[in-house]
């Protein structure tokens, strides 16, 4: 696979602000001519990303890589997620050091920070490319021939991962096809399971085969690592989970397996495989291994985590029943308001103890005072009791 990327960075001015000056007509209509790329577009990176002075960019390393390495490669174009300062700022720091020192952690490549005329070029161009698209960099992703596959590349990233390569609209319709049958048709295998590898790992890392599971009811725990400071909503739900589960271990045919999530918007920078090994050893049931592609993949396909916009479950804990039966995509929720009496966790239990506790509901539980009267519109007053027995 060949895969590059380029950055280009903005950096926000840290002396005085320059008086604006006017433009002239001509130089107001070409400025106004210059139309942001979008996708579908065709563009030449030769004279986007290249000059006539420059025919190279640059690795965090300080290595150059020329214009021609590039040749018949996906080229990602994206910012980073915020100017390195404001306009309004007093830096102590130059600002080209703050760029070294900042870039120098990227593997990826960047234009020279002394070419200021091109990345305000690409910026014009890729239509603010320092600002932001919702919760993803704006990032752009273009073919060897120069057509722009994607114009929220970080979606593409985020969402599918090192699969969706080379991101064009084919690849990702046919990874969501996939989804899609996984869903229609599922099985623990299917969902589990991968060319690479068949089995989920205990804790003691003992390798437990994906076919094993097959006749069990398994919950797909999603579990996100939360920042120190953060609120431990994971840590409160996991010992209420781990009580039910060794209560049905022992009668049941019932299997936890977990999902660790290692690059949501609250995990990315707090997950590593050590974090991973502290949490699930304190924890008696499965798991997928760190980082293993499927976790991406599970993710996007029952939704997790959920967006404060969506209305749709909580996908924390999902219900697989045995040979792919039923899919329960409201398992937390029925596990926390009804027990282990609801097990194993779908709707249809949960419906079921519903209905049993409304048939033990009688009236009189609705008052206290036997005494209550009830005033009719046309009539004398009736006793509470006359309404019970005499069904009034």
Known sequence: MTFSIARSMKLGRCSKRKKKTLLSPTRKKRRASVQPIKKGDKVDLSTLLFTKQRDYL???????????????????????????????????????QRFEERYSLMPWLTIPFSDLKTRKHLETRFGGIAGFSDRYPVSFVIDPEGVVLQDNGGFYFQEYGAPGYPFSDEKINIINSEDD?????????????????????????????????????VALYFYEELPIGESP????LTPKIEMVYR????????????????????TYDCTTEASFRKTFSKMPWLALPFKDPNCKRLQRIFDHPLSLKDLG??????????????????????????????YPFTRK???KLEAEKAKRVKLEMFWRDPNTFFRQ????????????????
């Open 233 to 236: 909503d994971a840590d409160d």
């Open 247 to 266: 209560q049905l271990a022992k009668n049941e045919n019932f299997e936890i397996v977990l999902i660790y999530a290692h690059d949501t918007v609250y």
């Open 377 to 392: 519109k046309d009539g004398p007053d009736v006793s509470f009791y006359l309404v019970i027995w005499c069904k009034l």
């Open 313 to 342: 479950p909580d996908p924390t804990l999902v219900i697989i029943g045995p040979h792919g039966n039923f899919i329960e995509e409201y398992g937390v929720d029925i596990l926390l308001n009804f027990g282990i009496a609801a």
């Open 349 to 351: 239990s949960a419906a």
């Open 58 to 96: 640059l690795r965090g390393d300080k290595q150059r890589v020329q214009a021609k390495q590039l040749a018949g490669k996906v080229i990602f174009v994206g910012a980073p997620d915020a100017a390195l300062c404001s306009a309004q700022e007093v830096c102590s720091t130059p600002q080209e």
């Open 181 to 217: 049958a996984a869903i229609q048709h599922p099985s623990i295998t299917t969902l589990l399971a991968s060319p690479e590898r068949n089995y989920v790992i205990s804790n003691s890392g003992d390798q437990v085969l994906v076919s094993d599971l097959e006749d069990k009811v």
